[in-house]
């Protein structure tokens, strides 16, 4: 399947490096594919930079945002918080309308110091400021909860008996999205939150997280509800 | 132990339940002691009126807030999101100093329908405006993650095999609140997350509690954290 990827972070690259080695055809999008060849720092997170990244990933290939929600007949929303909703609409309208947009980024706002506060929660979401932003278009809110490596390899912690959730307001979008979670990166307990206004529950669940991952000192964990 | 707990609805009859059972010294506390036992309607969660249960719990007593405060050498804060500041006010300052509040309410916000939203969220918590108010109280955030029969008999879900937070400023106060969690309850996964600001992680925890409230058709669930 062609996948079109927005950012090129470190949450972007874990997920087109495992979608490509499933044999998919993904473009990473950015605002300037001149300045983000030309960096040569790490990455936020420590990774390589998108250069060095695509040299061993060579099959994935990087373009503006248009280009790569263009190329995607599903497109994935990496972007940072601060970044998604101008990002989304630098990649246009037009080229995400009738799509399925995973969206998996969380509105965190860092300006205030750790632990990050959010920048829209409680009475809205991202999510659905996304939603709003591109009516035409089918947003599955998910993989928000977890860090990037559990997100595509959940087996890599207990097996993979933890939880994922899905929201979103097309049945058949978040079906397709439920499919690709299970079949592609093994998740096993996807649970349906119900439409796309139920992403201020998975958004809000990050204060939590950002304030576990403190007390466990390690990223690599995850909720699973017990029932 | 004597034990005071503010409230009389379903959370602070089950805690109370719980706590005589085992031999403690249990007051309830409430505003209006006549009027409280006056009322013979059920109460919000379909328990029975808490004259009717102070007759199948004759060792519970109740009094007013500043009784109960007065009668806890640990005080249990089982009021509403919406009345607990003002209860505890009437509590007193001076009754609740040096004393450990067991905090377990959310500021949930039913004004606007279901779900609720919050009162206070993101960068401030009611854990921290209570602490804030009872500056000579040792406020421990806990059990408002769950519903109130699992707060009292983990077990009952899996085995107790999922997970409780605490949070609070005085570590000795804290240790002492997961000995109860643990010895009384029957806690076996308990998370210390830090200070009593980090109340705001498990506080924003419930708008995906009561969307998985809703999703799965049941409050007898619980997160693990799975590490």
């Known amino acids: 399947m062609n996948i079109g990827i927005l950012g090129t972070e470190m949450v972007a690259k874990t997920i087109a490096g495992k979608l490509s080695s499933l044999g998919h055809s993904v473009k990473l999008g950015t605002r300037d594919v001149k300045a983000t060849l030309a960096r040569s720092e790490n990455d936020k997170a420590g990774g390589p930079p998108v250069r060095t990244w695509l040299e061993s990933h060579p099959k994935v290939t990087l373009g503006t945002f248009a280009e790569a929600a263009a190329h995607g007949e599903i497109v994935v929303n990496a972007l940072s918080g601060q970044f998604a909703l101008a990002g989304l609409s630098l990649a246009g309208e037009g080229a995400l309308a009738g799509k399925i947009l995973v969206d998996i980024t969380n509105p ?85 939150l119900g439409g796309i206004a139920m992403s201020r529950g998975t958004e809000m669940w990050l204060p939590l997280w950002v304030r576990l991952w403190g007390a466990l000192k390690t990223p690599m964990f995850n909720l699973k509800i017990v029932r």
């Not at 397709?176 to 299970?182: G, H, S, Y």
Request: hydrophobic share 40%; net charge negative.
């Open 108 to 192: 965190l706002d860092f300006s205030k110091g750790m632990p990050p506060s959010l920048t829209v929660s409680n009475t809205d979401s991202l999510g659905e400021q996304i939603q709003r932003a591109l009516p035409k278009t089918k947003v599955v809110k998910t993989l928000n909860t977890v860090n990037a490596f559990l997100m595509v390899d959940p087996a890599q912690l207990k097996g993979g008996d933890h939880s994922m959730f899905v929201a979103g307001d097309d049945a058949e979008a978040k079906a397709e999205v439920t499919r690709i979670l299970k079949d592609w990166f093994g998740w096993k307990d996807v649970i349906d």
